[in-house]
């Protein structure tokens, strides 16, 4: 009996640290429903550029430069904006269901598939918040997220309270799981473990936004925040081994950082997401509380709930050794996802060379290296200037003056996803750019009535000042006329060093001729070093 009873009483302490409230995980739903339909308001605004055969990558360029992801994709078998916003509209349906917990397991499936399917369709605008709103849905096919709060719990007599589960386990380690490679990836990073990280992020024009420049005043402070961060990240594992009150401390702690991180960088959705995910360690107090406070707004409800009731009719039971199954089968693929996503940072993780002064990869893209090891040290902003069939030359992106030393970098961008798109391609093949020349050939200089006759893009960038500064450069990514019997050109290695303001003649291409749009990253690279080289730092 001793070795029973102290059997339970590990259980029960496991099952407080792994497991989760209904209601949190009810609420975890809403907002993970209602971020995706944030994500597809967001990228709705550029559908044809991103996700059509009119935009920036085309199905044919897909199929060439990433066939399996082509093949897995069914927004791939669309190249019209007709059927894109036809999928568009069946992902925020399938959203809408989540949210209100309609057959959530069935919408919470297919909200995961379509959400995923549009990512393969365009990988050149994720970023790292992406993959874990993604990987939140497919975690959340196998948790009742529609026990509590929902369309499914009016019409059922089961209202758990709390739940513990392998699904509930895993889910809550997925969380520390990133934390930890990402401390990982930071400590292998000489800029974070100098204090100079921080800084250096928030220096970064095309990403600090809001309060991000008006903190760069207090480098001190930034030193103090930088190994701050570092110790929140490796201390992670509190989120699941605190309880009660030292827990609600905890989410808070970790919130915070994410809502500061939203307040000063353009990072997308990925704060929001974070904040989602955290709301499951909240313990049962907090939502009892809550539920408290919207009691009576509840109960005005009732009569509503009670017509749902007779409206609506249970799901048909199914056998015990189909549901048996389905939880055996439930809990491999949890296994699986929870070991694959140790094994990913680790493997990549184990490649990083210490000190680890990094490439100037400048993409906030995937989330256990979130500017890790090492921060990039080089502001980068667009310029597209584009000559009017009327000899006018404006920016292609917006329609305004061509301006080559704007106040504010990340301001060149018309939006995140075009931010994503130009840092992901910019060492990308002749091949997959060259889309891009065609498009602002159709659709540059909005508001503007002239045709385009011509179109060049050029990433400009110099030091951040923490690093010295310096003169800035710049380098095409793209240059094209736009008559049909002229061909394009590619490149990645006209770069050109300069100082001081120019609104002169865009300079030629160095590294390809005219009639070339094929030039890979790395041969121009090799062929121009002043161009693509890093930045000291």
């Keep these: 009996m001793p070795a029973e009873s102290r059997r339970d009483r ?14 949190a995980l009810a609420a975890f739903r809403v907002a993970v429903g209602l971020l995706v339909l944030a994500d597809l308001g967001l990228r709705a605004r550029h559908l044809t550029a991103f996700y059509t055969d009119a935009g920036v990558l085309p199905r044919s360029t897909l ?30 349906a399938a959203a809408a269901a989540v949210v209100v917990g309609y057959r959530t397991r069935a919408a919470t499936a297919g909200t995961c598939y379509l959400l995923l399917s549009l990512y393969l369709r365009n990988r050149y605008v994720l970023n790292g918040g992406d993959g874990l709103l993604a990987l939140s849905l497919l975690f959340g096919v196998f948790l009742p997220l529609g026990g509590r709060w929902s369309v499914d719990a009016v019409r059922s007599a089961d209202r758990p309270r709390r739940v513990a589960t392998p699904a509930t386990a895993a889910f809550c380690l997925q969380l520390v799981v990133v934390y930890l490679a990402n401390a990982g990836f930071k400590l292998h990073g000489g800029a974070w473990t100098s204090g100079r990280a921080v800084r250096y992020v928030l220096e970064l024009e095309q990403f600090s936004v809001r309060l991000g420049p008006y903190a760069t005043a207090f480098p001190e402070l930034l030193v103090a925040v930088n190994w701050l961060w570092i110790g929140m990240l490796a201390a992670s594992p509190v989120l699941v081994l605190a309880t009660g009150r030292r827990r609600v401390l ?14 000063t960088m353009r990072l997308g959705l990925f704060p929001l997401v974070v904040v989602a995910m955290l709301s499951i360690y909240l313990p049962a107090p907090v939502w009892d509380r809550l539920e408290r406070v919207v009691a009576p707004a509840a109960g005005r409800t009732a009569g509503l709930q009670d017509r749902l009731r007779a409206r609506l009719r249970d799901d048909p039971t199914l056998p015990s050794s189909v549901a048996r199954a389905g939880r055996v089968a439930g809990t491999v693929v949890v296994a699986v996802l929870l070991v694959g996503s140790v094994v990913w940072p680790a493997t990549a993780l184990a490649g990083v060379e210490r000190p680890g002064e990094a490439a100037d990869v400048e993409t906030d893209g995937y989330v256990w290296q979130l500017f890790a090891p090492t921060p990039p040290t080089t502001i980068r902003w667009v310029v597209a200037p584009a000559t009017l069939a009327t000899g006018e030359r404006v920016d292609a992106l917006d329609g305004s003056a061509v301006d080559w030393t704007p106040p504010d970098a990340a301001d060149t961008y018309p939006s995140t996803l075009w931010h994503r798109y130009l840092a992901e391609t910019r060492n990308a093949g002749g091949a997959t750019r060259r889309p891009l020349g065609a498009y602002l050939c159709r659709h540059g200089a909005p508001g503007r009535k002239a045709a385009v006759r011509s179109v060049s893009v050029y990433l400009v960038e110099k030091p951040i000042p923490a690093v010295g500064g310096g003169d800035r450069r710049r380098i095409e990514v793209v240059s094209r006329d736009c008559n049909p019997t002229r061909p394009d050109r590619a490149t990645a290695a006209s770069g050109s060093h300069f100082a001081g303001r120019d609104h002169g003649p865009v300079w030629p291409a160095t590294a390809s001729s005219s009639g070339s749009a094929t030039t890979s990253a790395s041969t121009a690279a090799a062929s121009s070093p002043t161009c693509c080289s890093p930045s000291p730092g």
Excluded: K, N
């Excluded at 430069?65 to 992902?91: D, E």
């Excluded at 989410?251 to 307040?263: E, F, K, R």
């Design 63 to 92: 199929a060439e430069t990433a066939p399996a992801l082509a093949s897995l994709s069914v927004h791939a078998r669309v190249g019209s904006w007709r059927g894109q916003a036809a999928l568009f509209a069946l992902t925020a």
């Design 250 to 263: 905890a989410v808070a702690a970790y919130a915070a950082a994410h809502v500061g991180m939203l307040l």
């Design 10 to 23: 590990w259980r029960r302490a496991l099952a407080r640290r792994v497991g989760i409230d209904a209601r």
